[in-house]
């Protein structure tokens, strides 16, 4: 597998985001797979959610999570992924297993590689601690990650803490990937929200610890309150974040919405309806009160223009006030922060064009005057605009 991960690391080098999937069946990884996926994660949380359960389901005792993937990943997976790499999560704490021979059983089947779910990680308190009492701790998880890298498999490694990291680095897992929470948002998705802003300052605090000790390992985020590209976008805009894995945002959200549109359409005869729907499908869901997603999309469409919160709550029909104080609290920083940190952070890959001048970069990201851009570049980047190109670029 180390071709797949000099692979991966290439798109790195080119500031390319790794995008993977956790799915639970064959149509969502087809479709994926025709998206240009990255590779495929087979976890038991995407069949519960195929299921209408939700990602919960995996912390339950309904099925033997590893009897589940692997034969939903065998007969579904295998035969859509084509070239692209399937990797099977693993129950690293089933105590009806021989770890390693199960993980030799992962590899004999022809699957690429392995990651560590369902994982005790996300298992806090005194129900934690039980756990750990009764021999189903992270270790084991660390342990399934370390052979199958020993046995040459590629390594998708979910952490939640710092400590957890420097675990996962020292068997060499070839990803680490900070897990942020089940996913918010649809109708089965977590309620417990954080916000972006925190979700990030969580995960940049564990990636530096990991760039101390690996600078070249990949870093990816899974779950969350991410469930748009927008999202995605904004966590990974200093490339301490280098790819993201979706679950729910792949597989339930998308379906869950669509699909009760359409049905309402056909239950009262309106074409109209159903071309709104169809036109959501191209310009990406947003829900018809999501203020916030309206103005984060609003800005990545029409960053080169004057863009002011009066004027976007004016579009919105409500107060400034209270657009604000939603954006804030969604996203954890100031739509006028937001709106500079996008503007720069394109700023930015537009440098990579050598044959592009400062000044009609400027212009390109909303300012027509260069020192202005100058300095909103040096505030959000520490460094001046052609400094930065010397010295990052």
Do not use: W
Request: glycine residues 8%; contains cysteine; neutral net charge.
């Amino acid at each position: 597998m180390r071709d797949l991960v000099t692979h991966l690391k290439q798109k790195v080098a080119q500031h390319e985001p790794i995008i993977a999937a956790a799915v639970g069946g064959g149509l969502v990884a087809k479709s994926a797979v025709k998206g240009g996926i990255d590779f495929l994660l087979a976890l038991s949380a995407g069949k519960y959610r195929q299921m209408g359960v939700g990602s919960l389901g995996s912390f339950l005792a309904y099925d033997n999570s590893n009897e589940l993937v692997m034969e939903f990943a065998t007969r579904e997976l295998q035969k859509v992924a084509q070239n692209i790499p399937v990797v099977l999560g693993v129950q690293a704490t089933d105590p009806t297993i021989n770890l390693h021979a199960y993980i030799d059983k992962v590899a004999a089947r022809g699957f690429q590689g392995i990651n560590n779910f369902p994982s005790v990680g996300l298992i806090d308190g005194q129900f934690a601690e039980a756990l750990e009492e009764a021999g189903m701790s992270y270790e084991q998880e660390v342990e399934a990650i370390r052979y199958a890298h020993e046995k040459g498999l590629f390594t998708v490694a979910f952490v939640f803490n710092e400590q957890q990291a420097m675990e996962m680095l020292a068997v060499g897992a070839d990803i680490i990937c900070v897990h942020l929470g089940l996913t918010v948002g649809g109708h089965l998705g977590a309620k417990r929200i954080q916000n972006l802003q925190s979700a990030k300052q969580m995960a940049q605090r564990i990636f530096e610890r990991v760039i101390e000790q690996k600078p070249h390992v990949i870093r990816m985020i899974y779950g969350g309150i991410i469930n748009k590209p927008i999202d995605a976008q904004f966590m990974m805009t200093d490339h301490l974040i280098q790819g993201y894995i979706g679950g729910s945002t792949f597989e339930r959200i998308p379906t869950e919405y669509i699909v009760e549109e359409i049905t309402t359409s056909f239950k009262q005869l309106q074409d109209f309806q159903y071309d709104d729907v169809t036109q959501k499908v191209i310009d990406g869901i947003n829900h018809a009160h999501d203020y916030v997603n309206t103005a984060k999309k609003y800005i990545a469409l029409y960053y080169a223009q004057p863009i002011t919160l009066e004027r976007m709550a004016q579009q919105l029909n409500i107060s400034s006030t209270h657009l604000s104080k939603q954006f804030k609290k969604v996203v954890g920083i100031s739509f006028q922060r937001y709106l500079i940190e996008y503007r720069m952070n394109r700023a930015v890959d537009l440098m990579k064009d050598p044959q592009l001048p400062l000044f009609l970069i400027a212009e390109m990201v909303g300012y027509m005057d260069y020192a202005q851009f100058s300095k909103m570049f040096k505030k959000v980047k520490g460094i001046a605009p052609k400094e930065y190109i010397k010295t990052t670029l």
